[in-house]
């Protein structure tokens, strides 16, 4: 099944294409040469460590940090030769959903969930933004908290917020940066569920980082560790799992035991 799947994936054109990606901060190397191709319609994961550079290496995807050295297409166009304008083009067709939300604090639901419409109106929206808004509410089942401020709402329904402004422009690509951390084992599953169900409507090409192993079994096609700057291994959940590298052992141990399912 999983090769089945894996099959049809490669004989799809690529979404995102990165090559000997290269960041660092001054001596800290995050990003030493780090290459990933992922295919439209495919969803990738992201797992390493806390600190080994995952949010750099998504913020380098959408434009947000500038790389270093190498090369990072998406949709065939190398971002770092495009234009101001051609960027925020590109952008449209992205959804980031922030491992910290995000949300502006001083503005309702609603008028978060308007913000990146409002952003694009003069672009080509279909839909009013008031249907919008309220159709993503629906997708992420919160439609009673259009008029909430983000203060009065729950980690899990900010978590899930974050999840309709992301997809609110009904992005070609979505980056989730740790959707379910910081939630409880329920509404983890609920979150997972949810990109799902959403993956499934939109037939998004994701990328997904994560330190949940319930959401990576779950949603990945392809499963990419990232270490010491590099795509250290990839391969299917299972695979990834049944590595024989002591690292991944390590953490993947590690990670059961911290899901509770050391059995
Ligand atoms: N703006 C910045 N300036 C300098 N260093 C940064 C900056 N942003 C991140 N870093 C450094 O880059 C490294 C990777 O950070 P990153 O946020 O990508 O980690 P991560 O893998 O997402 O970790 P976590 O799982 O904790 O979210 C860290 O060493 C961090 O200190
Ligand atoms: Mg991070």
Known sequence: MANAQQNIIRGLEPAIEIAHLRKAFGSNVVLRDFTLNVNKGETVVVMGRSGIGKTILIKCIIGLIKPDG???????????????????DL????????????????????????????????????????????????????EHAIDLMPLELSGG??????????????????????????????????????ILELQKKYKTTSVIITHDIDLAREAANRVVFLMDGIAYLQGTYE?????????????????????????
């Open 157 to 194: 329904m900010r978590k899930r917020i974050g999840i309709a402004r992301g997809l609110i422009m009904k992005p070609e690509i979505v980056l989730f940066d740790e959707p379910t951390t910081g939630l409880d084992p329920i509404t983890s599953e609920e979150i997972t569920n949810l």
């Open 239 to 263: 695979q990834v799992m049944a590595s024989e590298d002591p690292v991944i052992k390590h953490f993947f141990n590690r990670q059961s035991i911290a899901h509770g399912q050391n059995t």
């Open 70 to 88: 190498g090369t990072l297409r998406v949709f065939g166009k190398d971002i770092s030769k495009l234009g101001h304008q051609e960027l925020d």
């Open 91 to 142: 952008r449209m067709r992205i959804g980031f959903v922030f491992q910290s939300s995000a949300l502006y604090d001083s503005m309702t639901v609603r008028e978060n969930l308007e913000f990146p419409l409002r952003r694009n109106r003069a672009k080509k929206i279909s839909g009013n933004i008031e249907e919008l808004v309220r159709e993503a509410l629906k997708n992420v089942g919160l």
